[in-house]
């Protein structure tokens, strides 16, 4: 722990979902006709450990490109966000990614948002340490279903920061509504920098998401096991495959827990005998193309103001403003 005369810096933890709301927000998408689990059940200690494993994998391109882009455009990016300011990084984690933009940046005040401040309070206590000039206020809150920011947060140009493609676990539709919040969420003078996967060869996205080690594999199976801590379930990974594959229709990859034979699961609060071959729909990695994506932006009111890619346009950072 640390204290205000040796770190600045100061967590504020909103509105946690109680366990009881979670248990059965979840018990009722594995009863649902077509079972599904919100990929948000991926992230307990293991699996963000097996995410960032994913992230050195040499079939996800997704980090690595995103990474690559950032660092070969850096001086334009803070050219196009502008130097000071907020910066409010959505789904911080770590907190690297931004953290490599500040000698760029100099944001003014630092924001790291995630589901739980206690997973940021390592990563920011750190951070502090190596920019003690930049303000640091870690916020604990879903920001999927909630942005009111606390008035610690400045209004002074507001910058979310949303890199990794994770816009592509919405669907259009949310991904728009979600545009909107951050729009009105930004004041007069702020923006947006973020990172999203393109439409590409169908093979390679497969790959990406098929990768030869079995990693993304062990990623979503490992969901069943946070699943039997959370629910007290009794799901046994041996009776499930991983199975995801690119919808072409739906321009998305699909990721799914697939029973190998019939089984029978049962939690507190419920039970549910599963078909040989029937499914849990764990993933949606929505893909767009530049065109689309910007089109979304635009809906949302937001003007774009730049963009970057890689030589092969395999992925994509975009700034947009509010005016
Ligand atoms: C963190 C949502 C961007 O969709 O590529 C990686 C998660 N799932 N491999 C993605 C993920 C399977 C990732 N996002």
Redesign the pocket.
Known sequence: MHTMTTNPSEFIQLHHASDQQLRAELSAGLLSASAFAS?KYFYDALGSKL?AA?CELPE?Y?SRTEASIVDAHLGEIAAAVGVGGTLIDLGAGNCAKAAHLFPALQPAQYVPVDISVDFLRDAVGDLQQRFPHIKMTGLGLDFSSELQLPDSVQQDRRTFFYP???I??FTPAEAAAFFRKLHTACGDDGGLLIGV?LVKATEILNAA?NDALGV?AS?NLNLLLHLNRLLVANFNIAEWRHVSFFSTAQSR?E?YLEARHAVTVQWQGGERRFQQGERIHT?N?YKYTPDNFMQLLQQAGFKVTRTWSDDDNWFMVCHARVT
């Open positions: 990929p995410f994913i996800y997704l990794g493609s994770s592509g676990n996967d998401y993304t990623f990859i990721m993933e990695s």
